[in-house]
């Protein structure tokens, strides 16, 4: 079992930054790919970006590719997320998610057996 909990999110101006931290207790953290997701307001779910359990690679959907960054520490159980150059069309919650132990990157829901309960990151224009 692995527990997730979100901190990070608030409110920015287009054009800032905002760094997004995944803490995760359970033990087995540190051998599961992780991702950060988000929901906008009446949209599904979609992938921001992910990295895998080594840390040695990353994957990034197209419309963040350049602005967000993801990373992770294994010996202190988290993973991050560095946005920069936001846009309002960033606005939504957004979930960190551990995938299976050894798996690789996956950049869908089903590719996630455990979820955060999500923090709300606001851009205003």
């Known amino acids: 079992q692995v527990q997730l909990v979100e901190s990070g999110g608030g409110l920015v101006q287009a054009g800032g930054s905002l760094s997004l931290s995944c803490a995760a207790s359970?033990?087995?953290?540190?051998?599961?790919?992780m991702g950060w997701f988000r929901q906008a307001p009446g949209k599904e779910r979609e992938f921001v970006a992910g990295?895998?359990?080594?840390?040695?690679?990353?994957d990034y959907a197209d419309f963040v590719k350049g602005r967000f960054t993801i990373s992770r520490g294994n010996a202190r159980n988290i993973v991050n997320v560095y946005m920069n150059s936001l846009k309002p069309e960033d606005t939504a919650v957004y979930y960190c998610?551990?995938?299976?132990?050894?798996?690789?990157?996956?950049?869908?829901?089903?590719?996630?057996?455990?979820w955060g309960q999500g923090t709300q990151v606001t851009v205003s224009s």
């Open positions: 359970g033990g087995t953290f540190w051998r599961r790919p």
């Open positions: 998610a551990a995938g299976g132990i050894g798996l690789d990157i996956a950049t869908t829901e089903k590719g996630y057996d455990y």
């Open positions: 990295i895998s359990w080594t840390g040695d690679s990353q």
